[in-house]
C-alpha cells in the first residue's frame, strides 16, 4: 500500500521485560503487565484454523492493551470470547484503514497500549494493517510483532519446494487480464511463488497459471491449513488444475498455492558463449582492431559494448590496440 513518508525514524526498541542471556524464560502464568508496554502497537498473530496454535503470550497481550483494531469486530470477538479478553474492540478494515492512522496515532501518544488482529493469521500480510504500520513507524512509534500462525510460511514449511528464496504474491487480481498479466510478470520468477486464493476463483486461478506459468511446474495447493479437513497436494499444475475441475480438491476453504521458481536465466554472454567464440576466432585471425571486433559483437549479441570490449582485450592479453 502506498504510505507518505516522514523525516522521523524510530528504533525498535526490544521489550525491557525480564530475560535470560538468549531467549525469554518460558512463563506459564502470563501476565498481561508483564508483556504489554505503554505507547505501543502490537500486531498479534491469530489462529488460521485451530485455536490450539493461540501463543499464551498474544492472550497475555491481548489482555492487556487497551484497545483491540481487528477486521471484523463480529468475528474478533467470537475469537476473543473464547480466551476471556473482554478489551475494547474498535473495526480498522481496508475501507477506513487511512482515517484510523490518526486515531491510533493518538492513542498512542497517550500511553494507551493498542493490538492489531486480523480475521486470521498475521496483521499486514496480506490483510489490514501495512498502511497503519508504515505511517506509525514514520510518525516514531514503536511497534511490536507478537509472532504465530501464517499460512504462507506454514504451506512453504509442508510443500516440498525450495524454501531458501521465495516470493510471496499474495492474492492474484480478480479480473482475467489483469490476473493474466500478474503471471505473465512472475513468469520468469527464479523463486517459489506463493499465492492466496478464494475458493470461488481457485479453479480460474490454476487455469491461468498452467497457462502463463507452464503446465509441468511442479505445484501444491494447500486447503483449509490447522483444520480438521486439511489438505496439502501435490503436482504439476496441469494436474492440479484438473484435480480441482474434477472434483478431486473441493472447491471450498481457503487456498495456499505454491508453485517452484523458474529455472535461472541464462545471462547474455551465456547464452551467446559460442556465437561470441566464433566470432573472436574468425575476426582475430583477421587481425581486426579490438574496438571494431567490440563493436561486431555488440550488434550480433546481446552484449553491451562494455562488456564485449572487455572480453576481446582478455583475449588480446590486456595489449592495446597500435
Not at 487497551?66 to 473482554?86: P, S, W
Not at 470461488?200 to 487455469?207: C, D, G, N, Q, T
Not at 502463463?212 to 497436494?233: D, M, N
Not at 576466432?281 to 587481425?287: D, G, M, N, R
Request: net charge negative; glycine share 8%; proline share 5%.
Amino acid at each position: 500500500m502506498d504510505a507518505s513518508s516522514a523525516d522521523t525514524c524510530c528504533a525498535h526498541a526490544a521489550p525491557t521485560s525480564p530475560v535470560s542471556d538468549e531467549t525469554e524464560e518460558f512463563d506459564d502464568g502470563l501476565t498481561p503487565t508483564r508483556w504489554v508496554e505503554p505507547g505501543v502497537l502490537y500486531l498479534v498473530a491469530t489462529p488460521i484454523g485451530n485455536l490450539a496454535d493461540m501463543s499464551p503470550r498474544a492472550v497475555a497481550v491481548l489482555k492487556g492493551v487497551q484497545v483491540i483494531a481487528c477486521e471484523d469486530t463480529r468475528h474478533a470477538r467470537k475469537l476473543l470470547d473464547h480466551f476471556g479478553v473482554r478489551q475494547r474492540v474498535v473495526a480498522l478494515h481496508e475501507h477506513n484503514e487511512a482515517s484510523r492512522v490518526a486515531t491510533v496515532a493518538g492513542w498512542l501518544s497517550e500511553g494507551q497500549s493498542v493490538a492489531l488482529i486480523s480475521d486470521a493469521g498475521t496483521p499486514a500480510i496480506s490483510d489490514p494493517g501495512s498502511l497503519l504500520v508504515r505511517r506509525l513507524v514514520d510518525l516514531g512509534h514503536r511497534v511490536s510483532p507478537i509472532p504465530g500462525a501464517c499460512a504462507a510460511i506454514a504451506a512453504l514449511s509442508a510443500s516440498g519446494l525450495d524454501s531458501t528464496h521465495f516470493w510471496f504474491e499474495g492474492f492474484l487480481p480478480a479480473k482475467t487480464q489483469s490476473r493474466a498479466a500478474r503471471l505473465q510478470a512472475l513468469a520468469a520468477q527464479p523463486a517459489t511463488l506463493i499465492f492466496y486464493e478464494a475458493p470461488h476463483r481457485i479453479r480460474a486461478m490454476l487455469e491461468a497459471a498452467q497457462t502463463h506459468l507452464g503446465e509441468a511446474r511442479r505445484a501444491v495447493v494447500g486447503r483449509e491449513l490447522t483444520k480438521r479437513f486439511e489438505t496439502l497436494v501435490s503436482g504439476d499444475l496441469e494436474y492440479l488444475a484438473a484435480a480441482v475441475q474434477s472434483g478431486q480438491i473441493p472447491e471450498r476453504g481457503e487456498f495456499v498455492v505454491l508453485v517452484e521458481g523458474a529455472e535461472p536465466q541464462e545471462t547474455s554472454a551465456e547464452a551467446s558463449g559460442v556465437a561470441v567464440e566464433q566470432l573472436l576466432t574468425v575476426l582475430l585471425a583477421e587481425k581486426a582492431p579490438a574496438s571494431m571486433i567490440a563493436r561486431v559483437l555488440t550488434k550480433l549479441t546481446a552484449m553491451k559494448r562494455n562488456e564485449a570490449y572487455a572480453i576481446v582485450q582478455a583475449r588480446l592479453g590486456g595489449v592495446s590496440e597500435g
